[in-house]
C-alpha cells in the first residue's frame, strides 16, 4: 500500500457483501477493486427513474393481470348472453366492450414490454 492509500475497515450486512462479491466476480475485479469503483462512480443521477420504472413495471403487471380477468368474465357474459338469444344491441355492446379491454389490455403489454427492455429484464 503506498501513502496515497489508506485502509478502512466497514461492516455491511451479509446481503450486501455477497452483492458486492457478485458484481466483483462479474466484472473481473477483486472485491477492494469493486468496491473502490463503486465509491468512486457514486450513485447514478437516474437512480430516481430506475425506481419509477420498477414501480411501473409492478403496476403494469397488476393492471394486466386485472385486464384479463375483465376480459374473460366479459367474454363469458357475452357467452352466456348469446345462448339466450339476447337483444342484438346488447350483444354488440359487449363486444365492443370486449375490443375495449383487449386494446387496453395490448397497450399495457406494449409498454410492460417497453420498461422490461429499460430495466434490462
Known amino acids: 500500500m503506498s501513502n496515497l492509500e489508506s485502509q ?7 446481503r450486501l457483501k455477497a452483492e458486492i462479491e457478485s458484481a466483483a466476480k462479474a466484472s473481473g475485479r477483486s472485491m477492494n477493486a469493486e468496491i473502490v469503483y463503486r465509491l468512486e462512480t457514486g450513485i447514478p443521477d437516474d437512480l ?3 425506481n419509477f420504472l420498477r414501480e ?10 386485472g385486464l384479463k380477468q375483465e376480459r374473460a368474465e366479459q367474454s363469458a357474459q357475452a357467452k ?4 339466450i338469444g339476447g337483444d342484438l344491441v346488447a350483444s354488440a355492446i359487449l363486444r365492443m366492450e370486449i375490443r375495449a379491454t383487449t386494446a387496453r389490455l395490448i397497450e399495457a403489454e406494449s409498454r410492460l414490454r417497453r420498461i422490461k427492455r429499460v430495466l434490462g429484464e
Open 48 to 50: 430516481p427513474v430506475l
Open 8 to 14: 478502512l475497515h466497514v461492516r455491511v450486512p451479509a
Open 56 to 65: 411501473e413495471l409492478s403496476e403494469l403487471e397488476f393492471q394486466i393481470e
Open 80 to 83: 352466456d348472453y348469446e345462448k
